[in-house]
C-alpha cells in the first residue's frame, strides 16, 4: 500500500505525463503521442446508454464502441490525417484539449498504475462549425525501462452522439 506522500508524488507525476500528452495532441506531434502507448495499447469508448446513473454495466465484454482501436489502428488513423484524404481535416482542425481531477485509482505494483481523469476537447473548423467533447478516462500505465507507457485507454464521453470522431482523446 502506497503512503499519502508517494500517492501525491505519484499524481504530480502523471499530471505532468498528461499535460505533456494534451500538449502533444495540441500541436499536431501525433507521431510523438503514438510513442506514449505500449503496442498492446486498448484504446476504446462505449457507447453510453440513456439509463440511471450507476445502472450503466461497461464492463461487459463486446460493447458497442464509438471507436475501438489497437496500436495499429490508432497509427493508421493518424497516417490518414497526414495524406490529406481525411476530408473533414482538411484544413486541420484547431483543437484543445483540457485535463483535470486526475487520480491515483489503483496500482498493481510499482510499475503499473490506474490513473483516472477528466477531459474537455475543443474543436473549431475554419467555418465556424465548433465541438465540445467532455468525459472521463481510465488509463492503465505500466513502466518500461523507466517510462510510463499507456496499456489502456477507456474513454467515457458524456455524449451519447458523436459526429465524425477525428480527434483523439
Known amino acids: 500500500m502506497m503512503n499519502a506522500a508517494d500517492r501525491t508524488r505519484l499524481r504530480h507525476e502523471f499530471e505532468e505525463l498528461l499535460y505533456y500528452e494534451a500538449w502533444l495532441l ?3 506531434q501525433l507521431e510523438e503521442w503514438l510513442e506514449l ?7 476504446w469508448a462505449p457507447v453510453r446508454g440513456n439509463m440511471e446513473p450507476g445502472r450503466e454495466d461497461l464492463s461487459r465484454p463486446h460493447l458497442l464502441a464509438h471507436f475501438d482501436d489497437d496500436k495499429t489502428s490508432l497509427t493508421l488513423r493518424v497516417k490518414r490525417l497526414r495524406t490529406g484524404a481525411a476530408h473533414a481535416e482538411e484544413p486541420r482542425s484547431r483543437i484543445r484539449h483540457f485535463v483535470s481531477n486526475v487520480q491515483i485509482l489503483e496500482t498493481d505494483g510499482p510499475d503499473r498504475v490506474k490513473v483516472g481523469s477528466n477531459f474537455q476537447v475543443f474543436r473549431s473548423r475554419w ?3 465548433e465541438h465540445l467533447f467532455v468525459g ?3 488509463d492503465w500505465w ?15 464521453l458524456d455524449h ?3 459526429e465524425n470522431v477525428t480527434v483523439f482523446f
Open 142 to 156: 505500466r513502466r518500461i525501462d523507466n517510462t510510463w507507457k499507456n496499456e489502456e485507454r477507456f474513454i467515457l
Open 37 to 43: 502507448f505500449t503496442d498492446t495499447i486498448r484504446y
Open 26 to 28: 495540441d500541436n499536431d
Open 127 to 129: 467555418e465556424g462549425t
Open 160 to 162: 451519447n452522439v458523436l
Open 136 to 138: 472521463c478516462r481510465e
